[in-house]
């Protein structure tokens, strides 16, 4: 099951990041590059940060997959960011 | 004990300069009026200034020529470009000891290629052995210096002529897109050239080890493809984000068989790729400001130039850090594949 926190928080991030986008318009299974403005620029501080909450998980699987179209979704990493934290196994 | 040294390294330009506020003047209303903040986004580049092969006000003013006109250009222009580097590493040097020269560009074609006119220019051996390196990318110097150091390590005598020259301004579109704005504004036109030959340690730039790391999954995030009227490059904006993670991984494999850290180097040699990704990797390596500024100088004055990218940077250390003998430096560079380049040398 999804951790809803964790949506909740990549929702909040996304926010940071771009303020041209209105919360409504944030759904988690919405393109982070193609729905939800996070251009090259916008995407680095937006991992940037969940890294720092993140710490040490290797995001490169997520990266790859998530750089085919439609795959980079709030949704998608927060399964990813689950799974690789063991707190969903 | 004597191992493959750059001796000589010089770089040269084309004559055309246009500053990133006069680019964006010229095509803000021309070909990115619907992209938003697009000025913000040429300058978040950090891009100042470039040289071009060509003036874009000029030769993209009410059209986009066919690549058959491109192609035109760059067959006198990567000459024109790179005769004034190659003249600089030449002179003075014993032209016929270099036994073997071997070019990288990936912004043209045309046959012979245009290593062939370059040493029947200068004259070089009948008997040269020569090798040209094609459509690689931005980390295509280092495929140069790779050969260099095999030709060393097979005729130990006989000196390495090499050179990167690129023309990226001959592919610029009209494309109305963040994607092609952001590349509009970070390429640049540059040939470097260096002689390379077996020397004992102070004699120049050691080159000591090198390591390449290939991505394979991600073959289809960066892309350089010929269109009918230019090359087309696309990146996804996951790139850079996926070498940060690999680059610290990547650097302990290069630098533990000499049984060295990261923190035993004082130089490095960064190939500018892009702001975001040459902060990523100095965030991975904990580098500083200072250890980064090299790569944002070129960056900012030559823009990213493609292959000889690096050797501009190295060029940059030399002249500005003036690295103490026994240093220590690394070269990187990264492009399509997606590939990770790396040499470790010694000053």
């Known amino acids: 099951m999804i951790d809803r926190e964790v949506i909740d928080y990549l929702k909040s991030v996304v926010l940071e990041v771009n303020d041209d986008i209105s919360p409504q318009d944030i759904q988690e299974d919405r393109s982070l590059v193609g729905d939800l403005g996070l251009d090259s620029l916008r995407l680095a501080e937006f991992v940037s940060r969940v890294k720092g909450k993140y710490g040490d998980i290797d995001l490169t699987d997520w990266f790859v997959a998530a750089a085919r179209e439609g795959s980079d979704t709030i949704r998608d990493l927060a399964l990813f960011l689950q799974n690789a934290s063991g707190s969903n196994p | ?347």
């Open chain 2, 1 to 347: 004990m004597h191992r493959p040294t750059i001796t000589k390294l010089k770089s040269s330009f084309p004559k055309h300069v246009l500053t990133q506020d006069e680019f964006c003047d010229a095509f803000h209303h021309k070909w990115y009026s619907d992209v938003p903040n697009v000025r913000e986004l040429m300058k978040q580049t950090r891009v100042e200034k470039r040289h071009m092969a060509w003036d874009p006000r000029e030769a993209l003013a009410t059209r986009s020529p066919e690549i058959q006109e491109r192609m035109a250009v760059y067959k006198t222009a990567v000459l024109d470009m790179a005769r004034p580097s190659i003249a600089g590493v030449l002179e003075g040097a014993p032209v016929s000891d270099v036994g073997s020269f071997v070019m990288a560009s990936c912004t043209g074609y045309f046959g012979p290629t245009p290593d062939l006119m370059i040493a029947k220019e200068f004259q070089l051996r009948a008997d040269l052995r020569r090798t040209f390196i094609g459509h690689m990318g931005c980390f295509a110097a280092f495929n140069v210096l790779k050969v260099a150091m095999d030709a060393l390590a097979a005729r130990p005598g006989e000196p390495v002529l090499a050179n990167c020259s690129e023309t990226c301004s001959l592919h610029f579109r009209p494309e109305r897109t963040r994607e092609q704005a952001i590349i509009h504004a970070l390429f640049g036109d540059a040939s470097v050239s260096a002689l390379i030959s077996n020397e004992e340690s102070g004699a120049g730039v050691q080159l000591i080890r090198s390591r390449t790391e290939q991505l394979y999954d991600t073959h289809d995030l960066m892309t350089w493809d010929i269109l009918a009227d230019g090359f087309y490059m696309t990146l996804s904006p996951f790139v850079p984000l996926i070498i940060a993670e690999q680059i610290r991984g990547f650097m302990e494999r290069l630098l533990a068989p000499e049984k060295l850290a990261v923190s035993d180097i004082r130089h490095w040699i960064i190939h500018p790729g892009g702001p975001k990704i040459v902060r990523s990797i100095a965030t991975q390596l904990r580098l500083t400001e200072d250890d980064v500024e090299p790569t944002f100088r070129v960056l900012r004055e030559r823009g990213n130039c493609s292959s000889g990218t690096v050797l501009l940077v190295l060029e940059d250390v030399l002249q500005n850090r003036k690295p103490e003998p026994g240093d220590y430096g690394v070269m990187m560079a990264f492009g399509p594949g997606l590939t990770m380049e790396s040499i470790l040398v010694r000053f």
